[in-house]
């Protein structure tokens, strides 16, 4: 099952309220998904990942987005590894910046 929460506009007013847990989140460029994360560690939670993202830390391709969603769980890999497996059966391939990940 896909991230199912609200899409925020992904620009700072709003990534600086996104939660410091940890969990998974969504890239968004219009309605396509372009990047999907994961933060596995509470000192780098969603909001710390997101800021690296709009910033060009993490590479061009993920600033492009639009729009973030996110979920806390427990575990971010498992979720992260599901969420992908997902988007392949659907798409046939990785999310966009996703396949540009080093």
């Not at 460029?29 to 560690?41: D, P, T």
């Amino acid at each position: 099952m896909p991230i199912r929460t609200k899409k925020y506009r992904f620009v700072m007013s709003l990534v600086q309220y996104a939660p410091e847990e940890t969990g998974v989140y969504a890239l968004w460029q219009g309605e396509e998904m372009i990047y999907v994360g994961r933060a596995a560690e509470k000192a780098q939670g969603i909001q710390h990942c997101l800021l690296e993202h709009l910033h060009g830390t993490r590479g061009a391709c993920s600033a492009k987005a639009t729009h973030y969603s996110w979920e806390i769980c427990l575990l971010p890999a498992v979720r992260e590894a599901e969420i992908l497996r997902e988007f392949r059966a659907a798409h046939r391939r990785d999310p966009r910046c996703n396949a540009q990940s080093p």
